[in-house]
């Protein structure tokens, strides 16, 4: 299957680990791992999928690492474990498109923001210990190109950030 470019195991509700032989699918552009929520563990190289442009995911996990830089959408829904997006961030030169739903968990997205220069859509819902103020040090050039902000659910959030006042030209 090694032309294969979307492979669609959404509401797979019993998948707890997925083989690293997925990896191989080097022509694979879209995973869609939503409604995974048993989902424990990614496999070890997929950073390995470098025409991933589109990833969408539910885990148990507390974080995600080694994401290929080469996507274009990321989406977490359902990821309650989920703590904090640092080690999942590399510099991102293809990502637009950030969306993260229902991460009740999910504390901090730093450094991802300083990160994604490209990203053109932020979308967060439904995070209740998600703190977007601590990006304020230091991030006066990033989100230059952000089009679309969308934030609902967002307890934390009692002011508009500088960083996203920094984003207006092009919101």
Not at 31 to 56: H, N, S, V
Not at 87 to 102: A, K, P
Not at 143 to 171: C, E, M
Request: charged share 25%; net charge positive; with cysteine.
């Amino acid at each position: 299957m090694k032309h294969l470019r979307l492979l669609d195991l959404r509401r797979n509700c019993r998948i707890q680990k997925l083989p690293n032989s997925i990896c191989k699918l080097q022509n694979l552009q879209t995973f869609a791992l939503c409604g995974c929520e048993k989902l424990e563990e990614l496999p070890k190289d997929i950073r390995y999928l470098i025409k991933l442009k589109y990833f969408m995911l539910t885990t148990k996990l507390k974080s995600l690492s080694g994401c290929p830089n080469s996507l274009r959408l990321l989406k977490l829904s359902n990821c309650g474990n989920l703590e904090s997006l640092v080690e999942t961030m590399q510099v991102y030169t293809s990502l637009r498109f950030l969306h993260i739903e229902n991460c009740g968990g999910l504390i901090s997205l730093l450094p991802t923001q300083k990160l994604c220069t490209t990203l053109d859509a932020l979308v967060i819902k439904n995070c209740e210990k998600l703190d977007l103020t601590e990006m304020e040090d230091n991030q006066d050039d990033f989100l230059t190109s952000l089009r679309l902000l969308y934030f609902i659910g967002l307890p934390q959030l009692v002011a508009i950030p500088d960083w996203i006042k920094r984003s207006t030209k092009s919101l």
